[in-house]
C-alpha cells in the first residue's frame, strides 16, 4: 500500500473516530442551539431531586417510572441539581437530604452512584441534563452553608428564620469569601472530572449532559459585591470551561431582577464562557397577584410575563446568545395544595408561556426553551405539615415552600396536555 493512501487512511479513521466521539452535544450554532447539525429546541422540566432518588432502591423505580412517562409526554430536558450542602435546620426550616457533602470537607461519594443512574437512564432515552452546581437558596444548604463553615454565620443564626435583609446581608458575603469560593469550587472539579460508575464514561464525555449551570439563581443580593460577584461568575465559568471542553456553561440567573438591572444582566452573559443565558418568572413571589386571587391578578401577570420575556429577548439579540425561560410556575386554583383542585390558571397560564417559546422559534428568535417548575411526577404530599418533612416525597416544591405549591403531578392531565401540545409545536 503506497504510503500517502496510508497516511490518508488514518487521517480518515481518526476523523471519523473523532466525529463520533464529539456528536450528541448540544451546542450554540449562529445563536441556535443544535445537536448533530440540527435545531435542539425543548420544552423541560424542573426536577432538581432526580439527583436524589436513585440513592434508595425505592427512589430508582419511582425515577425509571417517572423518565418513562416524561418521555410519554415528550419531554426531554431536565434541569437538575447535583450537590446539596449541610445537615439540620437552615432558616428555620428542614433542607433537602441527603447532602453530597453534609460536613465542611466530607463527602458521601455514594451520592454520585445516583446521579450516575440518572443520567444513565437519561442517556438511554435520549434526554439532556442541565445540572446546577450550588444553590443562592438555603434550601439545599448552597452559599449559606459555606457561609456557616467558614464562621460568617454562627450555627445559632442560621438555625432560625432569617429575615429578609438577614439573608441579603448573609449570603452576600460568599462571593467575599475566599475559602468558601474555593470549597464550591473544590466540588466542582469534582463533579465535573467524574467518572460515571455505571457507563463508564466521564460526565465531560457524556452526551447526556446539556450544561453544567454555576447555581441554581445566584443573585450578588446586595449591589456593595457586584465586583466579586461577577468576578466569581467569570472565574467559574473558565474554571468548567478549562475542565471540559464538550459542554455548554450558564448561570442560573432569573433575569435582570437579580443582577441589579439588565444592563449587569448583559455584561455577564457576554463573558466569553458563557454560551447562553437563562430567565426565570416567578408571578406569586413578584407580588403580581395577591393571597388566592390569580384570576383577579391575570391581566397584570400575562402582561408582566410578556414584557419580562421580551426584554430579555431584545437582551439576548445584544448579548448574541441563545436563551432560555428555565423556570416558571403558578400554583393550582385558589392556591391549593390538595392534588383534587383544578389547575385552569395554571394550565392557561403555561399555555401562554410556551406560546411565548413558539413565536420565537418561528421568527428564529433567541428562545430556545422552557423548563417549568416543577415536577411533582408520581411523589404525592403527606399533607401532616404544609412544609417537607423528612421521610417525605420529593415533590418539586423545595423544602421551604407549601407542598404541592407548584409541582405538577402525573395526575394533571390538563396541564400534562398544554405541555405535549406545545411540545409537537416546537419540534415539527
Same mark, same amino acid.
Given at each position: 500500500?503506497?504510503?500517502?493512501?496510508?497516511?490518508? +487512511?488514518?487521517?480518515?479513521?481518526?476523523?471519523?473516530?473523532?466525529?463520533?466521539?464529539?456528536?450528541?452535544?448540544?451546542?450554540? !450554532?449562529?445563536?441556535?442551539?443544535?445537536?448533530?447539525?440540527?435545531?435542539?429546541?425543548?420544552?423541560?422540566?424542573?426536577?432538581?431531586? =432526580? *439527583?436524589?432518588? +436513585?440513592?434508595?432502591?425505592?427512589? !430508582?423505580?419511582?425515577?425509571?417510572?417517572?423518565?418513562?412517562?416524561?418521555?410519554?409526554?415528550?419531554?426531554?430536558?431536565? $434541569?437538575?441539581?447535583?450537590? =446539596?450542602?449541610?445537615?439540620?435546620?437552615?432558616?428555620?426550616?428542614? $433542607?433537602?437530604?441527603?447532602?453530597?457533602?453534609?460536613?465542611?470537607?466530607?463527602?458521601?461519594?455514594?451520592?454520585?452512584?445516583?446521579?450516575?443512574?440518572?443520567?444513565?437512564?437519561?442517556?438511554?432515552?435520549?434526554?439532556?441534563?442541565?445540572?446546577?452546581?450550588?444553590?443562592?437558596?438555603?434550601?439545599?444548604?448552597?452559599?449559606?452553608?459555606?457561609?456557616?463553615?467558614?464562621?460568617?454565620?454562627?450555627?445559632?443564626?442560621?438555625?432560625?428564620?432569617?429575615?429578609? @435583609?438577614?439573608?441579603? #446581608?448573609?449570603?452576600?458575603?460568599?462571593?467575599?469569601?475566599?475559602?468558601?469560593?474555593?470549597?464550591?469550587? +473544590?466540588?466542582?472539579?469534582? &463533579?465535573?472530572?467524574?467518572?460515571?460508575?455505571?457507563?463508564?464514561?466521564?460526565?465531560?464525555?457524556?452526551?447526556?449532559?446539556?450544561?453544567?449551570?454555576?447555581?441554581? %439563581?445566584?443573585?450578588?443580593?446586595?449591589?456593595?459585591?457586584?465586583? %466579586?460577584?461577577?468576578?466569581?461568575?467569570?472565574?467559574? =465559568?473558565?474554571?468548567?470551561?478549562?475542565?471540559?471542553?464538550?459542554?455548554?456553561?450558564?448561570?442560573?440567573?432569573?433575569?435582570?431582577?437579580?443582577?441589579?438591572?439588565?444592563?449587569?444582566?448583559?455584561?455577564?452573559?457576554? @463573558? %466569553?464562557?458563557?454560551?447562553?443565558?437563562?430567565?426565570?418568572?416567578?408571578?406569586?413571589?413578584? *407580588?403580581?397577584?395577591?393571597?388566592?386571587? &390569580?384570576?383577579?391578578?391575570?391581566?397584570?401577570?400575562?402582561?408582566?410575563?410578556?414584557?419580562?420575556?421580551?426584554?430579555? %429577548?431584545?437582551? +439576548?439579540?445584544?448579548?448574541?446568545?441563545?436563551?432560555? &425561560?428555565?423556570?416558571?410556575?403558578?400554583?393550582?386554583?385558589?392556591?391549593?395544595?390538595?392534588?383534587?383542585?383544578?389547575?385552569?390558571?395554571?394550565?392557561?397560564?403555561?399555555?401562554?408561556?410556551?406560546?411565548?417559546?413558539?413565536?420565537? &422559534?418561528?421568527?428564529?428568535?433567541?428562545?430556545?426553551? =422552557?423548563?417549568?417548575?416543577?415536577?411533582?411526577?408520581?411523589?404525592?404530599?403527606?399533607?401532616?405539615?404544609?412544609?417537607?418533612?423528612?421521610?417525605? #416525597?420529593?415533590?418539586?416544591?423545595?423544602?421551604?415552600?407549601?407542598?404541592?405549591?407548584?409541582?405538577?403531578?402525573?395526575?394533571?392531565?390538563?396541564?400534562?396536555?398544554?405541555?405535549?401540545?406545545?411540545?409537537?409545536?416546537? !419540534?415539527?
Amino acid at each position: 500500500m503506497p504510503r500517502s493512501f496510508t497516511l490518508v +487512511a488514518i487521517l480518515l479513521f481518526i476523523s471519523i473516530f473523532s466525529h463520533g466521539q464529539q456528536q450528541h452535544f448540544v451546542t450554540v !450554532k449562529q445563536e441556535q442551539f443544535s445537536v448533530d447539525g440540527k435545531p435542539y429546541r425543548f420544552i423541560g422540566a424542573n426536577y432538581w431531586f =432526580a *439527583g436524589l432518588l +436513585a440513592s434508595t432502591e425505592a427512589g !430508582k423505580k419511582r425515577l425509571v417510572k417517572e423518565l418513562d412517562f416524561l418521555v410519554s409526554q415528550g419531554v426531554d430536558n431536565l $434541569r437538575v441539581m447535583a450537590v =446539596a450542602e449541610g445537615t439540620g435546620l437552615i432558616s428555620g426550616v428542614e $433542607r433537602v437530604q441527603p447532602a453530597f457533602q453534609p460536613e465542611k470537607g466530607v463527602y458521601d461519594t455514594s451520592l454520585l452512584k445516583s446521579l450516575d443512574f440518572l443520567l444513565t437512564e437519561m442517556g438511554k432515552r435520549k434526554m439532556k441534563a442541565v445540572l446546577f452546581l450550588s444553590n443562592n437558596w438555603e434550601w439545599s444548604g448552597g452559599f449559606l452553608q459555606y457561609i456557616n463553615w467558614n464562621g460568617l454565620l454562627p450555627d445559632s443564626v442560621m438555625r432560625r428564620k432569617l429575615s429578609w @435583609d438577614e439573608q441579603r #446581608d448573609y449570603t452576600s458575603k460568599f462571593y467575599t469569601c475566599t475559602p468558601c469560593v474555593e470549597q464550591q469550587k +473544590a466540588v466542582l472539579k469534582m &463533579i465535573v472530572n467524574h467518572t460515571n460508575s455505571i457507563s463508564g464514561k466521564k460526565y465531560m464525555d457524556d452526551p447526556a449532559i446539556m450544561s453544567w449551570e454555576l447555581a441554581n %439563581e445566584p443573585r450578588p443580593m446586595r449591589p456593595a459585591v457586584y465586583k %466579586e460577584y461577577r468576578q466569581w461568575i467569570t472565574s467559574t =465559568a473558565a474554571l468548567i470551561k478549562s475542565l471540559d471542553k464538550n459542554h455548554l456553561v450558564t448561570t442560573g440567573m432569573e433575569g435582570d431582577i437579580g443582577t441589579e438591572g439588565m444592563q449587569n444582566f448583559i455584561a455577564l452573559h457576554q @463573558d %466569553e464562557n458563557i454560551d447562553y443565558a437563562t430567565i426565570h418568572i416567578w408571578p406569586k413571589n413578584w *407580588g403580581w397577584f395577591s393571597d388566592t386571587s &390569580i384570576t383577579k391578578g391575570r391581566d397584570t401577570i400575562y402582561k408582566n410575563t410578556r414584557d419580562f420575556i421580551n426584554r430579555h %429577548e431584545v437582551a +439576548a439579540n445584544k448579548i448574541g446568545k441563545p436563551l432560555v &425561560i428555565e423556570e416558571f410556575g403558578l400554583p393550582r386554583d385558589q392556591h391549593s395544595f390538595l392534588l383534587t383542585s383544578s389547575t385552569n390558571s395554571r394550565d392557561q397560564y403555561y399555555d401562554f408561556v410556551f406560546e411565548q417559546l413558539v413565536k420565537s &422559534i418561528r421568527k428564529k428568535g433567541k428562545i430556545q426553551g =422552557a423548563n417549568f417548575w416543577a415536577l411533582g411526577g408520581a411523589g404525592r404530599p403527606s399533607y401532616k405539615k404544609p412544609l417537607w418533612q423528612k421521610g417525605e #416525597d420529593l415533590l418539586g416544591d423545595p423544602p421551604m415552600e407549601e407542598q404541592g405549591l407548584n409541582a405538577v403531578f402525573d395526575t394533571d392531565t390538563s396541564t400534562w396536555k398544554v405541555i405535549a401540545d406545545h411540545i409537537k409545536k416546537i !419540534k415539527k
